[in-house]
């Protein structure tokens, strides 16, 4: 192991209003699945935390069909560092896996493609101990506006974030890049995500998360910058892709009889926001433009899921998942999510 992974035994302390309390362990959970370059970059910025560190990092290997080489675990796999390994079963298992094994009192879910920036776990601990009736946390995710997928991304997760913060503090909107649980909450198995759901897992967790009173709580504070390696037509065509194979958890969000679409003037809240920015950020028209064809691409994407779950005439049983989190709080029924 490199002398240059620290030893994250030290939980550490955080103010929280005027006291100095200890932070809560912290257990970050990443699937992967071939991307090791862009896990070396997430694991790096979980390095120099301040102030806190993760008790545990979890890395799941869904069934990579290139594995991790001896230079990537001689650098990054330690003692509280380790990689957990099964077939090739989706990023909900991959989670799942993760989650059913992790010791923390807080479970972070991140995605190997993003960093963190370098309070976002003291960020997040100090939110677990101002709302200690808040089960779930959905941190700030922006995109790295250095290049154009990066921009685009960057505009629509900030007006996704602007238009459905609520009043209280919590966000009709859940994104898996950087989302956190309490431990307690969580079934014995694990299994907070639908094993079913190949895709839209996150759309299909808040519509579970607000029919069960637990909408989470946004921690604006704790920054997790999403970096997708695409170019612009590979990001526009997985739009298409996502949309697709989220056909399952489309039927099964269809089942709980939450609405999840966003209304019209939220929805026009969100292109006026998305116009503002182009404004003001280089090469911002350009990033709106591919904002509007990956749009309309995964517009393309929902009518062919929406005829294959016609076709198949998909009635979808209840199972152990509809209430994923075991407290729960009186809340609204609308919701709205939005992965990358």
Not at 5 to 20: E, I, K, L, Q, Y
Not at 29 to 51: K, Y
Not at 93 to 103: E, F, K, P
Request: proline share 5%.
């Amino acid at each position: 192991m490199s002398s240059s992974v620290p030893d994250w035994t030290s939980r550490g302390t955080v103010h929280a209003g005027s006291r100095c309390r200890p932070a809560p362990s912290i257990s970050v959970i990443i699937p992967v699945h071939n991307r090791w370059s862009t896990l070396g970059e997430c694991l790096g910025s979980l390095r120099v935390q301040r102030d806190i560190v993760p008790c545990e990092v979890i890395v799941v290997d869904d069934g990579s069909t290139e594995p991790a080489s001896d230079a990537f675990i001689a650098e990054h796999v330690g003692t509280h560092v380790r990689i957990l390994r099964q077939p090739h079963l989706g990023i909900s298992m991959a989670r799942n896996h993760g989650i059913s094994v992790a010791t923390g009192e807080i479970l972070l879910c991140v995605d190997s493609d993003c960093r963190l920036d370098a309070c976002c776990l003291r960020e997040l601990a100090i939110a677990a101990i101002q709302h200690p009736q808040d089960m779930a946390f959905q941190l700030h995710i922006a995109g790295d506006c250095s290049y154009l997928v990066g921009k685009a991304e960057h505009m629509w997760q900030s007006a996704n974030q602007a238009v459905f913060q609520q009043a209280d503090g919590q966000i009709r909107w859940l994104n898996t890049s950087g989302f956190a649980v309490r431990k307690a909450s969580v079934a014995p198995s694990g299994h907070l995500f639908d094993r079913r759901a190949k895709r839209g897992e996150d759309n299909l967790l808040l519509v579970r998360l607000v029919k069960s009173g637990s909408m989470p709580r946004f921690v604006p504070n704790a920054i997790v910058t999403h970096c997708p390696r695409l170019r612009p037509l590979g990001y526009i065509l997985k739009a298409f892709k996502t949309a697709v194979m989220a056909t399952k958890a489309m039927s099964l969000m269809t089942s709980e009889g939450v609405n999840t679409r966003a209304s019209r003037p939220e929805r026009w809240s969100i292109m006026r926001l998305l116009w503002a920015q182009s404004c003001q950020l280089p090469s911002g028209k350009a990033a709106l433009m591919l904002i509007g064809a990956r749009y309309g691409m995964k517009s393309v994407g929902r009518a062919v899921s929406l005829v294959l779950r016609r076709m198949t005439k998909t009635v979808i049983p209840g199972d152990t998942m509809n209430t994923p989190i075991r407290a729960s709080r009186d809340r609204g029924c609308e919701s709205r999510t939005e992965k990358e």
